[in-house]
């Protein structure tokens, strides 16, 4: 569930997921403020997978933009309390 | 439920439409786009593609990584109103915002079997924009992505109705990023609403070149 402690910023539970053939994270479980943008999810995982040409997307065949609020995408995308982020990498030349 | 020409009738799915799925789905696209997005100008259908003219993007020269932002009808007309807007006269060194103009067009390809994005940009005052200018009012990382990645490109081509030269994002990767897009979400592809969604989820896609945003309520099934 997102943690909702009083006086502090809301937090969402964000899972990040691997398909296609890239690579799944160690870590891939985090907390990140709500009020935080898409972009801070998306350059985590560049930063992990060492990549700039990620596809990132989540469950509902939508690719959320940079600038959306994480929590706006809880809550019109998260289930059983996390967002789910898909990744792939097969989208670069060569 | 439609199930002749539906896509969810071709398993698995390849990530490409029929020309009368893509006719179904554009019509169900604009006016969702229209019932969700009014400060926007609409998508109209426009004897066999769908056509959004003078969106106005809005960018400032200093923050070039944020997402364009779309200026409302009440802001434009703000400026409408206001004296005649001398671009030349604003100086570089002020909060310049450029407001360039785009026209897109969604036409169908027959031979990918998919949606193509054409675009042309123009100056506020009417002068039309090079790719190289077209490239600086992108979001930050539009451009890398869009020469490294193989999910799209921009190229230049004849309007396949207009016989008039267009930008296009090229569609030859977007079958395969269509398909990785719906494969989260099996019940999208088997149950025949892919038409409905199509648009929709291809648009967040395609958008984010130029920073644009599909409202999150258009995705909530009418």
Not at chain 1, 4 to 11: A, E, F, H, I, L
Not at chain 1, 88 to 93: E, I, K
Not at chain 2, 41 to 49: A, D, F, M, R, S
Not at chain 2, 141 to 148: A, D, F, I, Q, Y
């Amino acid at each position: 569930m997102a943690t909702d402690s009083p006086g502090s910023v809301r937090k969402v539970v964000v899972l990040l997921r691997a398909t296609g053939d890239a690579p799944i994270l160690k870590q891939a479980k985090f907390k990140i403020a709500g009020t935080d943008k898409f972009a801070k999810v998306i350059d985590f995982l560049r930063r992990q997978l060492h990549r700039d040409t990620l596809f990132v997307y989540v469950n509902s065949a939508f690719s959320p933009n940079p600038d959306e609020s994480v929590i706006d995408l809880y809550k019109n995308f998260g289930i059983d309390g996390k967002l789910v982020v898909n990744y792939a990498c097969s989208m670069a030349w060569g | 439920m439609d199930i002749k020409q539906d896509v969810g009738n071709v398993f698995p799915w390849d990530g490409t439409l029929t020309s009368s799925d893509f006719f179904r789905a554009a019509h169900m696209f604009s006016d969702k786009w229209r019932r969700f997005n009014t400060s926007v100008p609409p998508w109209l259908w426009v004897e066999g593609y769908l056509s959004l003219e003078k969106m106005s993007l809005f960018k400032s020269s200093e923050e070039k990584q944020d997402a364009g932002s779309l200026i409302s009808k009440e802001e434009r007309n703000m400026l409408e109103n206001e004296e005649p807007f001398d671009c030349a006269s604003l100086g570089p060194e002020s909060d310049y915002q450029e407001i360039n103009h785009y026209d897109f067009h969604v036409v169908y390809s027959a031979s990918y079997k998919v949606p193509v994005l054409y675009f042309r940009a123009y100056h506020c005052d009417g002068q039309p924009l090079l790719l190289s200018e077209i490239e600086k009012g992108l979001p930050g990382l539009s451009v890398k992505l869009l020469s490294e990645s193989k999910w799209t490109f921009i190229t230049q081509e004849e309007h396949p109705y207009l016989n008039r030269p267009w930008y296009k994002l090229h569609p030859c990767g977007t079958c395969e990023w269509m398909k990785l897009l719906f494969s989260t979400h099996k019940s999208l592809t088997t149950n025949g609403s892919t038409i409905e969604h199509y648009l929709i989820s291809w648009f967040s896609v395609v958008g984010q070149v130029f920073g644009l945003k599909i409202p999150l309520e258009m995705l909530n099934c009418s």
